[in-house]
């Protein structure tokens, strides 16, 4: 559920950032459908792996997830 890559963050960063990842660390870039919990600094992933959450980033975090959250249930809402 984690792999490693080369290059750096940024650069994946911003490659991915419109396809559905998300920065939580300086050390971690995760996929929102993967993310199972965001709560005590930490995000919680499907695998059930625990990353660190930035307080830089908290914020952005759960607001980006939230988005995604509602555009999917707007999409499944609509779904045949």
Known sequence: CVDRVCGTLKEYEERLNNMGFIRIHKSYLVNYRYIYAVQNGNVRLTC?????????????????????????????????
């Open 48 to 80: 059930g792996r625990e990353l660190p959450l930035s307080r830089n980033r908290a914020d952005m975090t759960k607001k980006k997830l939230l988005e995604f959250l509602k555009n999917r249930a707007i999409k499944n809402e609509f779904a045949i």
